[in-house]
Nanobody, 121 residues
Framework: QVQLVESGGGLVQAGGSLRLSCAAS????????MGWFRQAPGKEREFVAA???????YYADNMKGRFTISRDNAKNTVYLQMRSLKPEDTAVYYC???????????????WGQGTQVTVSS
């Protein structure tokens, strides 16, 4: 079992940056692949990025360049650094845990409650 709590969301102007954090409880944090997903209003939830304990990363093609995923295994925390934000990045961002480095939501066993990111134009 692992519990995930996201933080760091908020309102930012277009072109700005935000860093999201996801704190995980439990003793087996290093065993999990940690992923970020997002769901914009009226749209399906989509994969953003994922990272293994070894820091091997995997990004959705349209997320490369502006988003960077990282993790601190000592702090049981995964981060999503977002730069040059656009209004279309407005969404609820979710942290999730899986055993495999994949983009499929069905492979993620644990989910956080999400944190709202709003980008104003």
């Amino acid at each position: 079992q692992v519990q995930l709590v996201e933080s760091g969301g908020g309102l930012v102007q277009a072109g700005g940056s935000l860093r999201l954090s996801c704190a995980a409880s439990g003793r087996a944090f290093r065993a999990y692949v940690m992923g970020w997903f997002r769901q914009a209003p009226g749209k399906e939830r989509e994969f953003v990025a994922a990272i293994k304990w070894s820091e091997l990363t995997y990004y959705a093609d349209n997320m490369k360049g502006r988003f960077t995923i990282s993790r601190d295994n000592a702090k049981n925390t995964v981060y999503l650094q977002m730069r040059s934000l656009k209004p279309e990045d407005t969404a609820v961002y979710y942290c999730a845990a899986s055993y495999t480095l994949v983009s499929a939501q069905s492979q993620y066993n644990y989910w956080g409650q999400g944190t709202q990111v709003t980008v104003s134009s």
